[in-house]
Structure formats: structure tokens, C-alpha cells
């Protein structure tokens, strides 16, 4: 076995290391052999949230109801799609937090135990087995709410897995499950009150960390206490399954499908797939409507026959810029106050100028960013409602 304080290779160390010096913005993807896989999300050097593991919903409905137990979560529902992002469980905090129904004190607290959590399970993942890292950035989060110094969570990861396996749990995964396999012989052992608390809890359906959270205790004494059982063969740990929550099923003919049917439709022409797919991960969860082009030479007679309120258009592909499926769109009357939001990597203003003279509206550049994204699709898409509501009310009069 690799020594405690060794347990993550030095490649990973660096990796850590290397994303704090550059002051990195975007996603550090992990994985091991064995398919686990971690995220970490970084702004400006700072590990601003993190995902993965092998319990994300579970993890999330937990430490909601340590830090914000006035927000009932059983009543959350998700569409099937609002799960495709990999930073949902972020975004729901966003959604809450825009709502006042939480703080930004109670999304730290949520950000710092998800990073510890999701640090420590690293740590003991890499304790058995390969592990990989990669960059990039196709995410990044722009306005995070919540920053922590990633040079202070490592530090934190290697003092806790060093207690963990110096205690002799080194081999104890908490998102395991306690099940009470031999109860005559615990019954025989301990007090009614003690086997009425094992019968209740040591059932199969709470994790280490579960129960420690039901406890009111640190994972360590509780794992401690159960120890001798599991030694004994009275107590084993198992895995479990996931805990999603609510996943709503949309009805045909129900209300929110009509409602869906009419939710303002966004129109992406990029060649790039990450980049629609990025778009579309975002927007869906949103409410919004999505139509991805990757075909320059295809874009105005699909545009034409969907008739988007906002499209997004990449500024370099080959055969057709976008400069020139922009001016070709406002030669066209129904795209005449569409808003056409550029994207480009390079951001220079010559490019801003020339776009601007062919009929842009705004830009944004890459790679695409939730917040920004977002922050566009609000500004423009609803003014764009109206002045084409108040163009209909006009050529009605008429």
C-alpha cells in the first residue's frame, strides 16, 4: 500500500498545483481506471465547485439538509434533461439562490464540504488505482458564489485521509452502507436501546455518511464505533445505489408541454459540436428551446423554416463566415430585429467593428460560459418578444 501522505501521484499533486499558479479558469476532469470520474471547477486559480463521484444526488440532498433544512427537497422535480449538465447540482444552487430561498453563506458551507467530500474520495480512489487528469474549457463558471483556495483543500485532503488510515479505515469507503447481517448475535452483546438503534439504522439504506449526518457526528467516530461489528462479521458494508432526486415525466397533452411548445426558441450555427452541445446543455435546463446548425451552407433555410428569437452565430467556419450568414439574415425581413449574438475567440475589435457593420447584436466570446450565456439569452430574448409583439399589433391596425 502507498503511504497515506503519497497516496495521490505527484502528477496529480502538480496538476492541482499547476491550475493554482496559472490562475486557471475552467474544468480539471479526473478519472481512474476503475471509471470513477471527479470534476473540479476552477475561476481565476481557486476551486470554485466540484462533481462527480458515485453519489452526486445523494451528496447534494444531504448537504442541503445540514445547511439549508427549510428548503423542502423532496418537492424539487427535474426534467430528465436538466441532469444532462454536469455542474446541475450548481446550478440548482444558482436557481435557489435567485429565488431567495438560500443564502450565499449556506451555498460556502455546501461548496466547502462538496469540495472536502469529493477531495477525500479522491484521496482514497488514487490509494488503489491510476488515475488520470485533463483540462479544459468548455465550462467556465464566470460569476462563481463561492471561492476556496485549492492549495488549502489539498492540504485538508491529505490530513484527513492520513487520520482515515491511520485509524485502520483505509479500506472503509464512507459512501458504503452498513447492514446488520447477524442480530441474535448483537442482540446478545449490547443493550435494547443500542440493537434497537443498530435494527433501525444499520439497514442497508444509509451510508457512513448518511449516518453520520443523522447522528449529528463527524464521519470518523461513527465509522469507529462500527468498527468491532464489522470485524466481528455482525455489521457488513455494502455499496447502494444513488439517490436521485425527482425526475418529471412531461405529458403530451399536459400544460407544460403546450408551455414547452412555446418557450422561446434558440438557434445555434457553429460548426464546432462542443460548442452546440455546450448551448444546448445550458439552455434546455433553462426552459429554452434548442436547434444546433453545423452546416454553414445549411443555416438560412433552416433558420428561415424554424424562426428562432435569438441566434447565436460563430464567427470563423469554412465556406461561410459568419459575417456573411449575418448579413444575409437581416437581408431578410422576419430576422430584421432578431438578435444575432456573435461568437469568437479572438474578441479583437476590428472583429467587433466588422460584425457590428453587417448587423451583430452582441457578442460573446469563447469558449461559452453558463453565466454569459444566460445573461444574453435574458437581455435580448425578451425585448425581442416585444418589439415583434408590438410589429404584429402594428401591421394588425393597419
Known sequence: MIHPEMMVSSNLLDEFKTCTLLQYSGKLDIKTAKGHRWTFYYRLGRIVWATGGIHPFRRWRRHMAQYCPEVEIDKIQLRAEDTQIDYWDYRLL???????KIKREQINSIVESTIAELLFDLAQQANFTPISSDRNQDVILETPMSFTSA????????????????????????????????????????????????????????TLRDLSFKMKQTLMPVTRSLLPYILKGIVELIE??????????AKPNSTAAKAASSSPLIACVDDSPQVCQML????????????????????LPILIEHKPDLIFLDLVM?????????????????????????LTGSDGLLDRVRAKVVGSTDFISKPVAADKVMTVVRKYVHAAASTNG?????STQK
Not at 439574415?329 to 456573435?342: C, E, K
Open 240 to 249: 447502494v445505489p444513488d439517490l436521485p432526486l425527482k425526475i418529471s415525466e
Open 390 to 394: 408590438a410589429l404584429q399589433a402594428a
Open 318 to 342: 469554412p465556406v461561410a463566415s459568419g459575417y456573411e450568414i449575418c448579413a444575409q439574415l437581416r437581408r431578410v425581413s422576419v430576422f430584421a430585429h432578431t438578435p444575432i449574438i456573435i
Open 151 to 206: 492549495d488549502m483543500s489539498l492540504k485538508f485532503m491529505q490530513d484527513s485521509w492520513k487520520t482515515w488510515s491511520d485509524a485502520g479505515l483505509a479500506n472503509f469507503y464512507p459512501d458504503h452502507a452498513p447492514i446488520l447481517r447477524r442480530p441474535e448475535q448483537l442482540e446478545s452483546s449490547v443493550s435494547p436501546a443500542v440493537y434497537k438503534n443498530f435494527v433501525t439504522f444499520m439497514n442497508g439504506k444509509y
Open 280 to 299: 444546448e446543455q445550458i439552455l434546455m435546463p433553462n426552459g429554452f428551446r434548442f436547434v444546433k446548425i453545423q452546416d454553414p451552407l445549411q443555416a
Open 94 to 100: 444558482e436557481i435557489l439562490h435567485e429565488k431567495q
